[in-house]
Nanobody, 120 residues
Framework: VQLQASGGGLVQAGGSLRLSCAAS???????MGWFRQAPGKEREFVAS????????SYADSVKGRFTISRNNAKGMVYLQMNSLKPEDTAVYYC???????????????WGQGTLVTVSS
């Protein structure tokens, strides 16, 4: 499966952004996740969604602010980010894997990343 993330940009604190991930090669066969990596930090889990979209999981730091969703007919996965904070600044990556997981090593395919910058 090939993944292409987009939708990043510069936003003020409190604002919103929606990231998109275009997936080709039977994306409905995979669990999808979003990760992020801030400068000088490890890549960390943000959210994941099951193949059907019926189950989701979020990092505590984004719970209640971010929403992951998918449209299997279009091969798209989204991350709606609201109430953004400066600490959300990072490169965001979409990933595909065989099961709902929070560890980056559990995902087999990765997109190229899209930069989100939140100004204070």
């Amino acid at each position: 499966v090939q993944l292409q993330a987009s939708g990043g940009g510069l936003v003020q604190a409190g604002g919103s952004l929606r990231l998109s991930c275009a997936a080709s090669g039977r994306p409905s066969s995979y669990v999808m996740g979003w990760f992020r990596q801030a400068p000088g930090k490890e890549r960390e889990f943000v959210a994941s969604i099951s193949r059907s979209g019926g189950d989701t999981s979020y990092a505590d730091s984004v719970k209640g602010r971010f929403t992951i969703s998918r449209n299997n007919a279009k091969g798209m996965v989204y991350l709606q980010m609201n109430s953004l904070k400066p600490e959300d600044t990072a490169v965001y990556y979409c990933a595909a894997g065989p099961s709902l997981a929070t560890r980056k090593n559990d995902y087999d395919y990765w997109g190229q990343g899209t930069l989100v910058t939140v100004s204070s």
